[in-house]
C-alpha cells in the first residue's frame, strides 16, 4: 500500500531565504506526483506536476525534482515571501485517472 | 484557474439531518472524486467516478452515497448526518489521461452539532 511522507511537518524561515520540501513515497510504481499549496480553511492549488518518465519540472520561483528509484521528490522554494505561507501537499497516484494518495503537508511560515 | 465549483462552503447542521453537498466542473472532465480532510490529516478518498453512471467507493470507509448523472456533476450525500461527520469535503476532476493534473474546488466545511 502506497504510503506518502512528508518532512518537515512546520517550518519557520525569514522572507527572502531559500527553501526545500521533502516527500517520500514507498512504491516507486508511481503515474505522477503533483504538489499542491493549500491556505488555511481552503481548497487545494495544484503548484507542480511531474510525470513518471520527467526529472523535474519548474514554475517561476518553484522547482520539484523526482527521482522515483528512490522514492523521494522535493520542492524547492526560492526567494521565499510571506505569500508563499501555506500549507504544501506533495500526492501521488499509481495510473492515470485514478485517486490521488496525500501526505499530511509541510505548513511554512515565512516572515516579514 | 481550474473550473470546479463547490456549495455549500460552509454548513452548520443538527444530528439526523439529510444534506448534500454539491460539486460541479466545466471541464469536460470524466473522472471526478470527494475527498475527505479532518484538521492536520491528510486528505482520504471517499469516492470517485470514472465517468456518467460510474461510482465507486474509496479506501475511506464513509456513509456517504454519490451518484453521476451529468458528466458536470458530482454530488455526495449523507442520509442522516452525526457529529462523526464533521469533517472538509473536497471535491476534484481529471482528464484521466496523460498528464492528468487533479483540479481542486474550494471544498464544503461541514459541521455536525
Known amino acids: 500500500k502506497q504510503e506518502v511522507t512528508q518532512i518537515p511537518a512546520a517550518l519557520s524561515v525569514p522572507e527572502g531565504e531559500n527553501l526545500v520540501l521533502n516527500c517520500s513515497f514507498t512504491d516507486s510504481a508511481i503515474y505522477n506526483l503533483q504538489w499542491f499549496r493549500q491556505d488555511p480553511g481552503k481548497g487545494l492549488t495544484s503548484l507542480l506536476l511531474?510525470?513518471?518518465?520527467?526529472r523535474e519540472q519548474t514554475s517561476g520561483r518553484l522547482n520539484a525534482s523526482l527521482d522515483k528509484s528512490s522514492g523521494r521528490s522535493t520542492l524547492y522554494i526560492a526567494a521565499s515571501q510571506p505569500g508563499d505561507s501555506a500549507t504544501y501537499l506533495c500526492?501521488?497516484?499509481?495510473?492515470?485517472?485514478?485517486?490521488?494518495?496525500f501526505g499530511k503537508g509541510t505548513t511554512l511560515s515565512v516572515s516579514s | 484557474e481550474a473550473d470546479i465549483y463547490q456549495t455549500p462552503r460552509y454548513l452548520v447542521i443538527g444530528t439526523g439531518k439529510k444534506i448534500t453537498l454539491e460539486c460541479s466542473q466545466t471541464?469536460?472532465?470524466?473522472?471526478m472524486y470527494w475527498y475527505q480532510q479532518d484538521p492536520g490529516m491528510e486528505l482520504h478518498l471517499i469516492h470517485y467516478?470514472?465517468?456518467?453512471?460510474?461510482?465507486e467507493k474509496g479506501d475511506l470507509s464513509s456513509e456517504s452515497t454519490v451518484s453521476r448523472i451529468r458528466t458536470e456533476h458530482f454530488p455526495l450525500t449523507l442520509e442522516s448526518a452525526r457529529p462523526s461527520h464533521t469533517s472538509q469535503y473536497l471535491c476534484?476532476?481529471?482528464?484521466?489521461?496523460?498528464?492528468?493534473?487533479?483540479?481542486f474546488g474550494p471544498g464544503t466545511r461541514l459541521t455536525v452539532l
Open positions: 511531474i510525470q513518471s518518465s520527467q
Open positions: 500526492a501521488v497516484n499509481g495510473q492515470a485517472g485514478t485517486a490521488l494518495i
Open positions: 471541464m469536460g472532465h470524466d473522472k
Open positions: 476534484a476532476s481529471s482528464e484521466g489521461q496523460s498528464v492528468d493534473t487533479q483540479y
Open positions: 467516478s470514472y465517468g456518467v453512471n460510474s461510482t
